[in-house]
Nanobody
Framework: EVQLQASGGGLVQAGGSLRLACAAS????????MAWFRQAPGKPREAIAC????????MYSDSMKSRTTISSDNAKKTVYLQMTSLNTDDTAVYYC???????????????????WGEGTLVTVSS
């Protein structure tokens, strides 16, 4: 059974930083890509970044590109999202997701993801 467990959310002041983690289990890491998404209240879910479990290729969306770093620890089957210079517009539920990729090109779209974690809430206060 595939499981994705996101953690690291919480309350942070504007201008602060936060690192999210997503621990994965139940699949071969190299056969999947991992992704971070977020959904703010009243807004659609949007992609933040993706990383290939096979070769480490990374893709960022424009929404937080300059303020985020995605990374992974393959041995721990964990993907991280480091966020900096947070502002109140970053308040959202942050989700990790995975896609069965094998040798397919890396894609970072909501509708191609196969598995989703529960999400972790990030609240940025002014």
């Amino acid at each position: 059974e595939v499981q994705l467990q996101a953690s690291g959310g919480g309350l942070v002041q504007a201008g602060g930083s936060l690192r999210l983690a997503c621990a994965a289990s139940g699949f071969v890491w190299a056969d999947h890509s991992m992704a971070w998404f977020r959904q703010a209240p009243g807004k659609p879910r949007e992609a933040i970044a993706c990383i290939s479990g096979r070769n480490g290729e990374i893709m960022y969306s424009d929404s937080m590109k300059s303020r985020t770093t995605i990374s992974s620890d393959n041995a721990k089957k964990t993907v991280y999202l480091q966020m900096t210079s947070l502002n109140t517009d970053d308040t959202a539920v942050y989700y990790c997701a995975s896609r069965i990729t094998y040798h397919s090109p890396l894609q970072c779209h909501e509708f191609v993801m196969d598995y989703w974690g529960e999400g972790t809430l990030v609240t940025v206060s002014s």
